[in-house]
């Protein structure tokens, strides 16, 4: 009789992931507060950080959209990795 297969851990495959339990509402509270919305939109230019920005509007666009979402999880990872080697 064959094993029954196992199903992967996915807490332990997620441990290398540094935006495991980080929520984009997190990421971009974090991201407003340290580059504010003019800082965002320079840096990923969408019309959601530059044209009467709010966090449920940016939230809705980059829930729709995954290029923009990539933007802010890059943006979010450099910042954070910036603070801890200060």
């Known amino acids: ?12 495959t997620q441990t290398n992931n540094p935006l495991h339990g980080v929520t984009l509402a997190h990421m971009l509270t974090e991201l407003e507060a340290h580059f504010g919305w003019q800082g965002l939109s320079s840096r990923i230019p969408v019309n959601c950080f530059s044209h009467e920005p709010s966090l449920q509007s940016s939230l809705k666009f980059l829930r729709r959209t995954p290029w923009a979402r990539d933007k802010v999880e890059t943006l979010y990872l450099q910042m954070t990795r910036q603070k801890n080697n200060r």
Not at 1 to 12: A, G, L, Q
């Open 1 to 12: 009789m064959p094993k029954p297969e196992k199903t992967p851990n996915i807490t332990h």
